[in-house]
């Protein structure tokens, strides 16, 4: 089935208004439901999962340390719109079909606001997870100014829950920010990116079993293993179509000056390698934490899945143009199949001659105060092993630490101690690793040869990041055969959180393990750290209400 590019606009999702405020604190209600949307001109509507009957779902526009209390309600089916596999964990046949949870990607929070993959909820409230704790969650803001997400994150189907299209921006904004005088308004303009594939009656086409291809091959086709279970969890999912903001290929008008993008990979496995047609660069001035020290010119961006990038994208010289925005990724990435001539191709921006008013905005030569964690403070380092086995069908499982999502914590990490996780790849992929609550820095990457029995039997010499990866970062691309250093302080919350790859299908089969901030008598997070950046400082997360960083439970029935 082929459509045609570049026929419909660029939609922009709207910023979501509070309902009113609860003890003084703006207070949101976002339902979930199943809703028919049209995703290009020429395909029927889709069915698809929105919130607050919208896909993506709408943008949270919120300031820097001034918190807001959410409550997501579930009012979608009880029969999922996708293939569910109850051999995955967490989703075996005894746990209801839909279940959902929020998880604010990147967000510094409390566990029990985290979205915890087992503190799902179905329809109403019906049922819930095992660590579910309330209805509504807290989020104090307590972080620099950012380009966040949110996304379901319910065990055992988040792959299903994000392409059904549970997902939405999140921006975390301040007067600091705001006064470097960066393109705004109707000139910045987030882009979330995302892979889907269709029936021709316009549904969604995701694939029962591993090997099954969406239309124009023959559908509905035979099982391709039968000795797999079916519908049985695939390896990876590549859709034949890009859709932007929940359009198929879209295009968008701008003016001849500097725009702002918030770009987000919101794909299920899919990477992005892009450029810009015209030959120009990019300006990348933020990473997934937020702004970089000083911006940093670059003429491609990768994205793994759920990494964003913040960009300046100057459309001065270029008149009268039609600059696409094209992808050159092989997936799996790094080496696996070219992207096709569709694939190749994300959205288009149509310059016009004139633009409406004076472009005043400027792209300072600093952008932000950047603290550089030192590894010389880090009080561990702790090894961590990216390996590929098969489960009890023969299927590809991948893992972190030959460990299972059920099995024993191993990862402690003391508050408001610094330590540097080493990331060793001995699988084909590249796979982006998250680590909830925290935001860390890239140390490097170094090459390591692995024996026939998959043992590392050496490190060659470390590798510095790219220079637009040299801010802070939740999502790091751990490549194959190299191991990843990171490092971070953790903090300022202690519990238990989760890490994981962000691929989606590798996450809901067992490539996610939890993790858990212990209490550390020695460290006050409301005492100032020397050489901490005001905008990073666990400070900011103690309020007079919240003693010691105690966001205080509030009961939603209120």
Partial sequence: MSLKKFVDALPIPPVIEPKGKRDGIPFYEVKMRQIQQKLHRDLPPTTVWGYNDMYPGPTFDVRRNRPILVKWENKLPYQHLLPVDTTVHGADPSQPSVRTVTHLHGGRVRPENDGYPEAWFTKNYENVGSKFLHEVYYYPNCQRPTTLWYHDHALGITRLNVYAGLAGFYLIRDQKEEKLNLPRGKYEIPLVIQDRSFYPDGQLFYPSQPGQEPPPAPQPPPPTDPDLPN?????????????????????????????????????????????????????????????????????????????????????????GENIILTNDAPAPFPDGTPPSPDISQIMEFRVKQKGSKKDNSKVPKRLSCLEKLDPKDAITVRKNFLVESTDQFGRPLLLLNNMRWFDLITETPYNGTIEIWELYN?????????????????????????????????????KEPDPNEMGWKDTVRANPGEVTRIIARFGPFTGTYVWHCHILEHEDHDMMRPYEVLKNHDFDPCTPIRGVCRDDSFTQCCHKDDENCKCKERDPKK
């Fill in 426 to 462: 001995v699988t084909p992929d590249t796979h982006p690793i998250h680590l909830h609550l925290i935001q860390f820095q890239i140390l490097n990457r170094a090459p390591i040869t692995v024996d026939e029995n998959g043992n590392i039997i050496d490190v060659g010499k470390a």
């Fill in 231 to 319: 519908p049985s969890v695939v390896p990876e999912f590549f859709g034949n179509t890009i859709l932007v903001n929940g359009k198929v290929w879209p295009y968008l008008e701008v003016q001849p000056r500097k725009y702002r993008f918030r770009i987000l990979n919101g794909s299920n496995s899919r990477f992005y390698r892009m450029r810009l047609s015209s030959g120009q660069d990019f300006i990348q001035i933020g990473t997934d934490g937020g702004l970089l020290k000083k911006p940093v010119p670059i003429s491609e961006i990768i994205l793994a899945p759920a990494e964003r990038a913040d960009v300046i994208v100057d459309f001065s010289r270029h008149k």
